[in-house]
């Protein structure tokens, strides 16, 4: 082994296989972030959790099925903690961008809440930072994904926009805009920028005032 290699314990307790398997997601979740698809090897996966790939490969089946598992986790903890963000119930809002939102929240509601989740969170969403500039390729996995992603963002923020804009796909289409510029302005410079005070800032100009 090479001086100054990290060395990885491959005698680690064993876990019931639901716990191997979010172990698995979580460790690739990190290095996706770190390496970006195409950068990360399933021995990097092993490695880091204590197993052989052969293992690994037991609860994931391959590489792209590990990727799939990965984004379908993020999905529902994102929905989750966007739920506890509207502070509206478990079945208000079924995904992150569920057309017309949950009754009584508003398109300015909805992006607050989205930009408030994402700031508790940064290493998700380099995560999808990383895989959503990656998946610009369409052999990637997950270019479908990312495509089927943004149609359905824009989709929910025109319905949600069509009572205070003449233009709402538009004024959609600004709002996934601003957002993604913001995150990775804050991503590349989290001391000198703080992601809910940005966005309240951008609020203002796509809204106008808090009313």
């Given at each position: ?8 314990r ?7 296989a ?7 997601i ?25 197993l052989t790939?052969?293992?690994v490969l037991r ?12 984004l ?10 966007l739920r ?8 208000e ?11 009584g929240?508003?398109l300015r ?16 969403v ?10 610009l390729?369409?052999?990637h ?13 824009i ?11 003449d233009?709402?796909?538009?004024l959609?289409?600004h709002?996934v ?8 302005q ?5 001391e ?6 940005a ?5 203002v ?5 808090t009313?």
């Open positions: 082994m090479a001086e100054g290699a990290p060395s990885y491959r005698d680690r307790p064993r876990l019931p639901a716990e191997r398997r979010r172990q698995i979580d460790v690739t979740s990190v290095l996706i972030a770190e390496r970006g698809f195409w950068g990360m090897s399933m021995q990097d996966v092993a490695d880091r959790c204590g790939v052969p293992g609860h994931a089946g391959s590489k792209v099925g590990l990727l799939v598992a990965v379908e986790h993020r999905d529902l903890e994102d929905a989750r903690s506890a963000q509207l502070g509206v119930g478990e079945d809002v079924p995904d992150e961008w569920s057309a017309g939102g949950p009754d929240v508003d509601q909805l992006c607050a809440a989205t930009m408030r989740r994402n700031a508790q969170q940064p290493e998700f380099r995560l999808f930072t990383v895989l959503e500039a990656e998946s390729t369409p052999t996995p997950a270019h479908d994904y990312f495509v089927r992603r943004q149609q359905q963002a989709a929910a923020f025109t319905s949600l926009a069509e009572d205070i804009s233009h709402p796909e538009a959609a289409r709002i805009a601003l957002m993604d510029g913001l995150q990775i804050w991503l590349r410079a989290p000198s920028v703080d992601l809910v005070t966005w309240d800032s951008a609020a100009l796509l809204f106008g005032p009313p």
